[in-house]
């Protein structure tokens, strides 16, 4: 089983930057690709970034240009680097994980979650 927890969130202005970090613990010995999804209030969980084992990156449109996921493996850890943030930014971003090296865009894919971490940017 893996562990994932999320940290990094915050308040901040718009146009500002914030870094978010997941650290997995537990099943890390084998290849496994992460992501992150972001769920704004009264709004569906979306995807956001996902990078595989072998750092391809996928990004949603709405976020290409301003964030940049990346992972180090000996680590355990994923990033997201948010740049010139918006007020449609404000969410929880929640950091995914699944059993293979290949990421994928879409939720049901991931079976490992972890709690989240909440942003919000103001105008």
């Known amino acids: 089983q893996m562990n994932l927890v999320e940290s990094g969130g915050g308040l901040v202005q718009g146009g500002g930057s914030l870094r978010l970090s997941c650290v997995a613990s537990g099943r890390t010995s084998s290849p496994y690709a992460m992501g992150w999804f972001r769920q704004a209030p009264g709004k569906e969980r979306e995807f956001v970034a996902a990078?595989?084992?072998?750092?391809?990156?996928y990004y949603a449109d709405s976020v290409k240009d301003r964030f940049t996921i990346a992972r180090d493996n000996a680590k355990n850890t994923m990033y997201l680097q948010m740049n010139m943030l918006k007020p449609e930014d404000t969410a929880v971003y929640y950091c995914a994980a699944r059993a293979t090296a290949s990421a994928r865009t879409v939720e049901s894919e991931y079976d490992t979650w972890g709690q989240g971490t909440q942003v919000t940017v103001f105008s």
């Open positions: 990078i595989s084992w072998y750092n391809t990156r």
